[in-house]
């Protein structure tokens, strides 16, 4: 008899096969990667024992060069040698400030180009040769080929960015296990670390990105109840502070590429000192001989950069109102990133929140490692059952509807993955396509949001206008990537489309979308009243309309003078007149009809009666 060689779902067949998964902290100053060994989550070394590798890329003529290595060349060689490609990931040339980059940047249309001595390389070209070195790592760690990464992002990346990452770690030959945003990362790591229950809030400053997220950690549950942040806020803009001040202090202007990147790499490495000693200097010659020689004291740097500080609690204030809780109710604060380091922002923190925050994991390490826990259990090797991640979509998605109204189908911090429908239909007679225009943010009006994608469905059987279903579907999967589908309901007939959007959103897009809605709620709740009553006016007139055209002669002169009147009065309130202007006048309208309605009825029933034998009605 043959024997069946069985195995859970999700399992390796084998039950004592460890199937080698990995999770990816690819971060603008450093990257790591991590794995689960004997049961425990860590960080794997490179030869040298490091476990931070530099994101830096270096192009050489007959290859290249990633890690420590490529960034001590970067003063040497800045045009060929390509630091925090994050920051530049999923963008366009003209949403970045390029003054203080040394890139040769190319025309690549929506992805940034940059311009090396192999040619033009885009940030998903510079991510993918880092993520190919950590995967390299990690394979001579383990010992065998990956299954599989989980690799972070930052919780506020939007579709663009996530999909140049996933991009990034294809080319890299990478399966992407998951995509995981950063914060919630950290929150398994000490979740799972710590035994840890109650509301806690994820705090991650990294070397380009802000992340805040609300969390409830309960019984193995990891709910993320909502969050915020800032996609050009990080410990890059601390270090050009310093720079800038360094400038100011020597009287210099313009510096050469090699001097600027020389003194730059100086201003972060006193930051880094000054979270130990009280000051430091900074020294160093340039290439026109001058020499600087200035001391930085810690309280000097604070004060240089404390707005910068201040700017990162605005996304803790809102994030915390978004999830309906108070400083009160926050059990404990986790620090992640390594420019949580600096004594100024640990101050900032605790003082802000009455309390210490949470210090006892590496927070250069915390993301990785959670990563790595994820990763091993959608690999196979531990029962998910133990416990549940839920994480949030972190801003709205819509679609177009007429008159340039934003309907938004699935709300900004909606649990992941998720699926919501919702019918729409058409508004002219005989209309047998319909363009769907997908959207994202927050505002009333689709002018104020951010395009994502447009596809048509066609083939609708002509009927007249409210007649036609459309159902609309959105999918966001869990690693926050979304596609559409639409479906008229009776023929059956579809068109469904996978949103990649072109590579493209300005630094502060995300976090001014939340400010704008905020700001301008009032603003745009009367534009989307007004946009709602500008499309029942063009509807009803256009009956009004229609029924003049075939039956006006059941009214005499003076009858259809007064509703062209009221049509007229409602058409000179469309051009300047407010929602409640524009309503009343409708009103007006069909008022004026009731008569006219009465006395089409009555002819439609004779013409249905016409002919027919009373025995058969």
Not at 7 to 21: D, I, M, W
Not at 571 to 578: D, N, P
């Amino acid at each position: 008899m043959a024997l069946l060689q069985i195995a859970e779902p999700g399992k390796s067949a084998a039950p004592h096969q460890h199937r080698l998964a990995v999770g990816i902290d690819l971060g603008t100053t450093n990257s790591l990667v991590a794995a689960v060994k004997s049961g425990s989550a860590t960080c794997l070394q490179d030869e040298q024992g490091n476990t931070a590798l530099p994101s830096v890329v270096r192009y050489l003529s007959d290859g290249l060069i990633v890690g420590g290595e490529a960034l001590g060349a970067q003063k040497a060689d800045p045009q060929n040698t390509v630091s925090s490609a994050k920051r530049l990931i999923g963008r366009k040339l003209e949403d970045i400030d390029t003054a203080h980059l040394p890139y040769r940047f190319g025309n690549g249309g929506n992805i940034i180009e940059i311009n090396t001595r192999q040619g033009a390389k885009t940030p998903i070209d510079v991510s993918a040769d880092i993520l190919r070195h950590l995967k390299e790592r990690a394979e001579a760690n383990l010992g065998g080929t990956l299954v599989g990464a989980v690799i972070t992002v930052p919780a506020y990346f939007d579709e663009a960015q996530r999909q140049a990452t996933k991009d990034a770690a294809r080319l890299a030959g990478i399966n992407v296990l998951r995509l995981l945003n950063e914060p919630t990362a950290a929150a398994i790591a000490y979740g799972l670390d710590n035994g840890a229950e109650g509301t806690f809030v994820v705090y991650d400053l990294g070397g380009g990105t802000l992340d805040v997220s609300v969390l409830e950690l309960s019984k193995g549950l990891f709910a993320v109840k909502s969050t915020n942040g800032n996609s050009a806020l990080g410990g890059d803009d601390f270090d050009h502070r310093l720079f800038c001040h360094l400038l100011e202090q020597n009287k210099l202007s313009a510096l050469n590429e090699q001097d600027s990147r020389n003194l730059l790499s100086l201003s972060r490495r006193a930051k880094e000192q000054l979270t130990d000693h009280e000051q430091t200097t900074v020294e160093t010659t340039l290439s026109d001989g001058r020499s600087i020689s200035t001391v930085i004291t810690r309280q000097e740097f604070q004060n240089l950069t404390r707005q910068l500080v201040q700017k990162t609690i605005e996304p803790v204030k809102q994030a915390l109102k978004d999830a309906g809780v108070s400083k009160a109710d926050i059990k404990g604060v986790i620090m992640v990133g390594g420019s949580t380091r600096m004594p100024h922002i640990q101050q900032a923190v605790a003082t802000y929140f009455g309390q210490t925050p949470l210090n006892n994991l590496n927070p250069d390490q915390v993301v990785a490692l959670g990563a790595a826990m994820q990763a091993d259990i959608l690999a196979g090797n531990k029962n998910s059952g133990d416990w549940l991640l839920l994480d949030v979509t972190p801003l709205s998605l819509g679609l177009e509807t007429y008159g340039g109204l934003a309907e938004k189908i699935i709300p900004r911090n909606t649990t992941i993955p998720t699926a919501r429908a919702q019918e729409f239909t058409t508004f002219k007679d005989g209309q047998t396509a319909m363009t769907i225009h997908v959207v994202q943010g927050e505002r009333e009006l689709v002018a104020d949001c951010r395009s994502l994608a447009k596809f048509t469905l066609r083939g609708i059987p002509p009927m007249s206008a409210g007649a036609a279903r459309i159902r609309v579907t959105f999918q966001v999967d869990a690693d926050g990537l979304l596609s559409v589908s639409a479906q008229e309901q009776t023929t059956g007939v579809q068109a469904q489309i996978e949103v990649k959007p072109s590579y493209g959103l300005d630094d502060q897009t995300i976090t001014r979308m939340l400010k704008d809605s905020m700001a301008n709620a009032a603003e745009d709740m009367a534009a989307r009243a007004r946009a709602e009553a500008l499309v029942e006016a063009e509807s009803i007139t256009a009956a009004v309309t229609a029924a003049l055209e075939l039956d006006g002669d059941l009214l005499d002169k003076d009858e259809q003078a007064d509703i062209r009147g009221c049509i007229a009065e409602l058409q000179s309130r469309l051009k300047e007149g407010t929602a409640e202007d524009i309503r009343a006048a409708v009103a007006k309208l069909g008022q004026s009809t009731d008569n006219f309605a009465a006395k089409r009825m009555n002819r439609t029933i004779q013409r249905a009666l016409t002919g027919q034998n009373v025995d058969n009605i």
